[in-house]
């Protein structure tokens, strides 16, 4: 899978596709809007570019700019309660500049190594 070649050729990013959306934005209750989006984990940055067509080849990809960029140092990470949202396998994902984004994906395994690399992640950066 070409998801899986890419993400060889780069050992230091966990990259893949899953459904986002923003729902806080600087403390502001933004409306959601779920998108497909090829997400990198990057350092201590998450990075979304929008899928195209089925967001999985790795020539979109890899072409993609980032749609937006999240910075997870002093950020949590917790599973969405049922009223964030009626999807099962969602993230709430919160960031130090007031920004709340919930990640999902319908694959269990998918979704439990996201929040994982997630909760590392935080936890590693916690003093910078
Ligand atoms: O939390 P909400 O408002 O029930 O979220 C749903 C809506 O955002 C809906 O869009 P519009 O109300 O803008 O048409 C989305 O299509 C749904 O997916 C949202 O709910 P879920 O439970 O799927 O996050």
Known sequence: FLVVL???VQPSEKCGVLNVTKITENGKKVRKNWTSSWTVLQGSTLLFAK???GGTS??????SK????????G?????????????????ELKTRQGTELLIQSENDGVINEWYR???????TH???
């Not at 790795?58 to 072409?63: P, Y």
């Not at 950020?75 to 969602?90: I, L, T, Y």
């Open 6 to 8: 890419f993400c060889c």
């Open 75 to 91: 950020g949590s990470v917790e599973w969405a309660s049922k009223d964030k949202s009626s999807k099962k396998n969602v993230i």
């Open 58 to 63: 790795w020539f979109g990809g890899s072409q």
């Open 126 to 128: 916690a003093w910078e």
């Open 117 to 123: 690399a997630v909760q590392e992640t935080i936890s």
């Open 51 to 53: 899928g195209q067509g």
């Open 66 to 73: 980032p749609e937006f960029t999240v910075d997870l140092r």
